[in-house]
DNA sequence: GTCTATAAATTGATAGAC
DNA sequence: GTCTATCAATTTATAGAC
């Protein structure tokens, strides 16, 4: 039953207008990285991201200082995920073999618990500034574990009939292919992609 | 020594002029995917490519239909080769596991020599009618795979603790990983990236 | 085949009212 | 905070001269 329009009752204790949580630079952002992994950040205009945000053009503009800020703040969103693994003491300490390990389980679950962020931090191409600057912390990331592999081959606990710059690819390039299909649909449990990408890599690898 | 201007010898045989061979439709498609595979499909313009090929845009109108027939050319060069490996004679006949192996490396070796279109493939994220046909054409290439390892777990020739539908993109997704990052620097052999991605691609699966 | 010129639509971004 | 209106630049694509 809904009360006539102009009732007293109506007018004093409007229905209360379903409202959303103001937005913030963080929440737009959640918005415009999963529209950007939907149809690509240059496939995407701001106007397609206002549409999912719900509201126009020029009030996303309030919020965010611009596409490329955006861009920005979602690569250095997975960027500082990753270094923080490399800083984690398990990953500087102990037998290189070891570190590998921890680093390509920790990887994956970062992968995964940050998903649309390192999703779009993988498509980058390099055509701006802030694309070079997030493609050049992604190689020095790249190199640490490069130096991984090659420690654990020399040590003999990783095959070595295989060039270790190569085998980093392979390692690394199965864990990033997950966000190829690891979407919503979540058939597999994140525990299971975990421990399946890391064993299959890690027997793949080994002397 | 070059001529004085206005000789005769200038007027009658004129400096041969650097010609480039004329321009087809396969030529420019080539320049094509290679600067949408430098700037992503949606960053390039039809500017960049008239660009690319060092002609005007209208020049470059005059050999192609458009941007979005150049895709998808593309795709469709990757898809059939693709498909011709599907049906090869070795990879529908025999035990699962052997035909499993098979795709894997004669996939490996499409996804090399025809690197730029099968790359270009794998970026497209289904914006348009054309993309999402491409997406439709990979899809059942993929349960084409999906199937192989399927039988080959069900035979008891692949591990069967990791669901076939996690093996097979792990799979799949370290192969197509390749195409992130073998490109014209080539330090290694064609042959030594098949012989590595089929070889730990099969010892992780290994029962 | 190649060019200049231009059309028609879209894009990232801003101005200013409420 | 949200809106309408608008701008300047870019983008896909075409017309028509040479």
Tied chains: 1, 2.
Excluded at 122 to 139: D, H, K
Aim: proline share 5%; charged share 25%; net charge negative.
């Amino acid at each position: 039953m809904k009360p006539a329009v102009g009732t007293v009752a109506a007018e004093r204790r409007p229905a209360p207008i379903p409202r959303r949580a103001p937005y913030d630079a963080t929440t737009l952002l959640e918005v415009a990285v999963t529209v950007f992994n939907e149809r690509g950040y240059d496939g995407t205009s701001m106007e397609d991201l206002a549409r999912a945000a719900g509201i126009t053009k020029s009030s996303f503009y309030h919020h965010v200082d611009g596409k490329e800020a955006l861009l920005a703040a979602a690569c250095d969103r997975a960027l500082d995920a990753l270094f923080a693994v490399r800083d984690e003491p398990a990953s500087t300490a102990g037998r290189a073999i070891d570190r590998f390990e921890y680093v390509l389980r920790r990887t994956t679950q970062i992968l995964l618990t940050e998903l649309p962020y390192v999703t779009l931090l993988l498509r980058v191409r390099g055509n701006t500034a802030t694309e070079l600057a997030a493609l050049e912390r992604r190689r020095e990331f790249d190199r640490f574990t490069a130096d991984l592999v090659t420690q654990a081959m020399a040590d003999g606990d990783l095959r070595s009939d295989i060039e270790p710059g190569l085998a980093t690819r392979l390692a690394f390039g199965t864990l990033n292919s997950v966000t190829e299909w690891y979407r919503v649909a979540r058939e597999t449990s994140p525990d299971a992609v975990v421990d399946g990408a890391v064993g299959v890599i890690v027997r793949g690898l080994q002397p």
